[in-house]
């Protein structure tokens, strides 16, 4: 299964770090498939109105995929994070690296599938695409793969529960991180 399975299994997890976690929903200008509904995968826009939207500078990353554009609201974003919420954003390595430019604190979670097999046969299972789509997005992925190394974690994507426990983990651990605390309400909760 794909990134956005094991989001939806982290997001119906039980627990604080499940009710926390908001999925972000991207915008594209390609053709909605069959089982998609607009809003809850995709924001469904013409190459027109997606070129308003980046010239407006409301997404906060974009990038081309396969001949399609794809990008992030950044004003969703935004509100859900200042209402205290961890918000995942299933994005390629171009945006990821957009975001790291405009949001230095973010944290870049690669999810890997456990081998490069693995990965073709989860392509042809979904017969949404022709074999040629398939290799292309093979092809993007190996490059892809080569600029792990520009992100935070990794979380090989073997068994959707176990791959899911791990985000979640990440993503407690890294509510905890000391750069991450509002020292002085630590300090009004703890007698020193």
């Known amino acids: 299964m794909g990134k956005g399975t094991v989001v939806a299994k982290a997001m119906s997890g039980r627990g ?7 999925r972000s929903v991207s915008v594209t200008t390609r053709s909605k498939r069959a089982e998609e509904k607009e ?8 190459p027109e109105k997606f ?3 980046v010239a407006g500078g409301e997404l ?7 001949d399609h554009e794809y990008g992030t609201p950044a004003a969703w974003v935004d509100q859900q994070l200042e209402a205290g919420y961890d918000v995942v954003l299933e994005i390629e390595v171009q945006g990821a690296m ?9 944290v870049l979670i690669y999810m890997l599938p456990p081998s490069w097999r693995a990965l073709k046969q989860r392509l042809r299972r ?9 290799q292309e997005r ?20 073997d068994r959707v529960v176990s791959a899911a426990r791990r985000l979640t983990a990440i993503l407690e651990a890294e509510r905890c991180r000391v750069r991450r605390l509002d020292v002085g309400e630590l300090f009004g909760k703890v007698d020193v």
């Open 126 to 134: 979904r017969r949404s695409e022709s074999a040629q789509i398939q």
């Open 60 to 66: 906060l990353e974009w990038a081309t995929y396969l």
């Open 16 to 22: 604080s770090g499940a009710a926390r976690l908001r």
């Open 39 to 46: 809003g809850r995968d995709y924001f469904f826009r013409s």
């Open 98 to 106: 957009q975001v790291r430019e405009h949001r230095p604190g973010a």
């Open 138 to 157: 093979l092809d993007v992925a190996r490059e892809e793969m080569r600029l792990v190394t520009m992100y935070d974690y990794v979380v090989v994507n």
């Open 51 to 53: 070129a308003r939207m």
